[in-house]
C-alpha cells in the first residue's frame, strides 16, 4: 500500500488558497477539540441528507467541509490537500480553484447523499472536496513523482511512483471498500470520494488555465521506468514486485541525476 507524503511536483506560485483551506479546517478542528467533539457540532453544521432534501436549502453542505470527525481524519485529510492541492491551484490560478473546490465537494456530498437519501447521519468532512483536487491532479499530472512510503511487512521504504499509479490504487480501493463495508460505509462516505473524484476529473478542463495543457507534463524518472519495457519483476510473491520496483526506480532517478 503507498503512504503519499510529497511529489516532485513543484508550484509556480504560492498556493495561498490551499494554505488558508489548510488553516481554517485545521482551525476549526482545535475548536471541536476544545469542545470534546460535542455530537450538537455535528448535528447543527455537518450535512444531513434526509434534512437537505426536505427542504433543499441548508448550508450545512459548505460547513460540513470544514469538520473533521477525529485526528487521523483531519490529518489524512490536509495531507493530501497539502501534497496535490498547490499545484492544482495553479494551474486553474487562486478564484477559479476554490470554486472548483466547493463545487467538488457540494458534488461529492449530494452524490453520497442520492445513494441513502433517508439518512439521518451527518456527514462530516473535506474528502469529497480533496477526491475532486485528486481526479484533476491526475488529468493534470499523471507522470509526477509522488514521493510514497511503502509498508512490507515491518520495513518502510520510501519511493517515488507515477501519480496515476498512487492516485489510480486510491479511487480504485474506494470501489472495493464499499463492497467489503456494510450499509453505512462503516461511517465513511466512499460514495461521496468517488462522486469528488469523478467530478474533479471532469471539471478540470473547464477551470484549468487556456495554457495548461492535460496530460502534457515531460516524463519523469518513475514514469520512465514504470513504461520502460525493459523492466522485468519477480511476480512470485507481492514483495518481490515492491522491493523490485523500488530498486530500479530509484536507481533510474540516481541515473537522471549525473
Same mark, same amino acid.
Given at each position: *500500500?503507498?503512504?503519499?507524503?510529497?511529489?516532485?511536483?513543484?508550484?509556480?506560485?504560492?498556493?495561498?488558497? /490551499?494554505?488558508?483551506?489548510?488553516?481554517?479546517?485545521?482551525?476549526?478542528?482545535?475548536?471541536?477539540?476544545?469542545?470534546?467533539?460535542?455530537?450538537?457540532?455535528?448535528?447543527?453544521?455537518?450535512?444531513?441528507?434526509?434534512?437537505?432534501?426536505?427542504?433543499?436549502?441548508?448550508?450545512? &453542505?459548505? /460547513?460540513?467541509?470544514?469538520? +473533521?470527525?477525529?485526528?487521523? +481524519?483531519?490529518?489524512?485529510?490536509?495531507?493530501?490537500?497539502?501534497?496535490?492541492?498547490?499545484?492544482?491551484?495553479?494551474? *486553474? !490560478? $487562486?478564484?477559479?480553484?476554490?470554486?472548483?473546490?466547493?463545487?467538488?465537494?457540494?458534488?461529492?456530498?449530494?452524490?453520497?447523499?442520492?445513494?441513502?437519501?433517508?439518512?439521518?447521519?451527518? *456527514?462530516? @468532512?473535506?474528502?469529497?472536496?480533496?477526491?475532486?483536487?485528486? @481526479?484533476?491532479?491526475? *488529468?493534470?499530472?499523471?507522470?509526477?513523482?509522488? %514521493?510514497?512510503?511503502? #509498508?512490507? &511487512?515491518?520495513?518502510?521504504?520510501?519511493?517515488?511512483?507515477?501519480?496515476?499509479?498512487?492516485?489510480?490504487?486510491?479511487?480504485?480501493?474506494?470501489?472495493?471498500?464499499?463492497?467489503?463495508? =456494510?450499509?453505512?460505509?462503516?461511517?465513511?462516505?466512499?460514495?461521496?470520494?468517488?462522486? !469528488?473524484?469523478?467530478? @474533479?476529473?471532469?471539471?478540470?478542463?473547464?477551470?484549468? %488555465?487556456?495554457?495548461?495543457?492535460?496530460?502534457?507534463?515531460?516524463? /519523469?524518472?518513475?514514469?520512465?521506468?514504470?513504461?520502460?519495457?525493459? %523492466?522485468?519483476?519477480? #511476480? $512470485? %510473491?507481492?514483495?518481490?514486485?515492491?522491493? =523490485?520496483?523500488?530498486? $530500479?526506480?530509484?536507481?533510474?532517478?540516481?541515473?537522471?541525476? +549525473?
Amino acid at each position: *500500500m503507498f503512504f503519499p507524503i510529497s511529489d516532485d511536483n513543484p508550484s509556480s506560485s504560492r498556493p495561498y488558497v /490551499t494554505y488558508l483551506l489548510i488553516g481554517l479546517c485545521s482551525f476549526i478542528f482545535i475548536l471541536q477539540y476544545l469542545s470534546q467533539m460535542n455530537p450538537v457540532i455535528f448535528y447543527n453544521y455537518g450535512f444531513i441528507p434526509a434534512a437537505f432534501f426536505s427542504d433543499y436549502s441548508s448550508l450545512t &453542505i459548505f /460547513t460540513s467541509m470544514f469538520l +473533521h470527525g477525529s485526528f487521523f +481524519h483531519i490529518l489524512g485529510n490536509m495531507l493530501y490537500l497539502w501534497i496535490f492541492g498547490d499545484n492544482v491551484e495553479d494551474s *486553474m !490560478g $487562486k478564484t477559479r480553484f476554490i470554486i472548483f473546490y466547493f463545487t467538488c465537494g457540494i458534488i461529492a456530498a449530494l452524490t453520497q447523499a442520492l445513494i441513502d437519501p433517508s439518512s439521518d447521519i451527518p *456527514m462530516v @468532512g473535506a474528502s469529497g472536496a480533496i477526491a475532486g483536487v485528486l @481526479g484533476a491532479y491526475l *488529468m493534470l499530472f499523471p507522470r509526477a513523482n509522488v %514521493k510514497c512510503l511503502v #509498508f512490507i &511487512i515491518i520495513i518502510i521504504q520510501m519511493i517515488r511512483v507515477p501519480a496515476f499509479l498512487v492516485l489510480g490504487i486510491w479511487i480504485i480501493s474506494q470501489f472495493f471498500n464499499i463492497t467489503i463495508s =456494510d450499509s453505512d460505509g462503516g461511517g465513511v462516505a466512499y460514495f461521496a470520494h468517488i462522486g !469528488g473524484f469523478l467530478s @474533479g476529473m471532469f471539471l478540470v478542463s473547464f477551470f484549468k %488555465k487556456k495554457e495548461v495543457k492535460l496530460f502534457k507534463q515531460k516524463s /519523469t524518472a518513475s514514469w520512465e521506468f514504470f513504461n520502460s519495457n525493459e %523492466k522485468e519483476f519477480n #511476480f $512470485k %510473491k507481492n514483495d518481490d514486485v515492491v522491493l =523490485d520496483f523500488m530498486k $530500479k526506480s530509484e536507481d533510474e532517478i540516481e541515473r537522471r541525476k +549525473h
